[in-house]
């Protein structure tokens, strides 16, 4: 009867009900022959601890990995997903019969399964997923998109490349390094204030990383535009500003940054800019916009061109 109720509450779910009567069978004296009673008990113990711990794990690995599938996609409050109690076990047992150690051993590999996917396989699994639509189609809600990526970031502790290149994509704290002079890097521009139906604030940040034998290299920076930027850019400016290591660049001198067009192709032309060689040179983009976009934005790096007056 001991038995019968306790495979009940395993049936149910009452772990902790099933874990109290089992611990009550274990220390249970009261038979009319304690000899004949003591084996069959023993017997019924081990069996029933088996049991627990294997209803345990299956269950705790039922709900995660549906969890999985339920909430890759979820692109707001992405930071509570983490606290969720679906990465324990659904129950912490306590109850040893003393002499099983492996089943003890089974419950830490059952923990340590959940930790692997709350640090590895759901955050790899939601950036990857997250990243393809972002790309995909960055006006389908491509800001919250991208900020899922950046959150999901946080708690991944993989040693993916491919992973981490996502979220370094998604992150405008992270500086987008161009490399290669005359060919075009995409960069988005993200909104940093969180004002779905008016204007915010947005910036995009670029590591002029190009090498040069020079100890201070010169270059003319060409920055494409979307035409929802800059179309109003032939009667006011664009951005809010532009800084080279937090340095504001001014029009001012022998320094120019030109107005993007729709003839010119809405290409907004900084130069000369001044790097160096050995050093950082983070180049800041700042502009308001009555928007919640996520803007692609194409950067260009060459030598000075030589211009008339």
Known sequence: KQGRNIKEALANSQWETAEQQLDLLSRDQTF???AAAAGKKRTLVLSLEDALYNAIDKVSREKIFKFLEEKVKEVENVDSLYADSVFLPVYNVTFSSGSQQHLLGKNEELKAMLLAVKNNEFPAKAITLMYEEFLKNPDDNGVLKARAVVTHGKYYQGDDNKIKLRI????????KRITKPLDYRRVFALPATDNRTGTNKYFCRLDLALPSDAAFP???????????????????????KITLNKNPLKNEGRFSISSPTAENGYECQISPVQTTKDGKNILDIYFNHKSFKAYPISVMLQKPIIKKN
Not at 231 to 239: D, I, L, P, R, V
């Open 32 to 34: 009319l022959d304690q």
């Open 168 to 175: 370094a994509e998604c992150d405008p704290e992270i500086p």
């Open 218 to 240: 010169v270059w003319d920076i060409t920055v494409k535009l979307p035409p929802a930027v800059a179309k109003k850019a032939a009667t006011e400016q664009w951005f809010d």
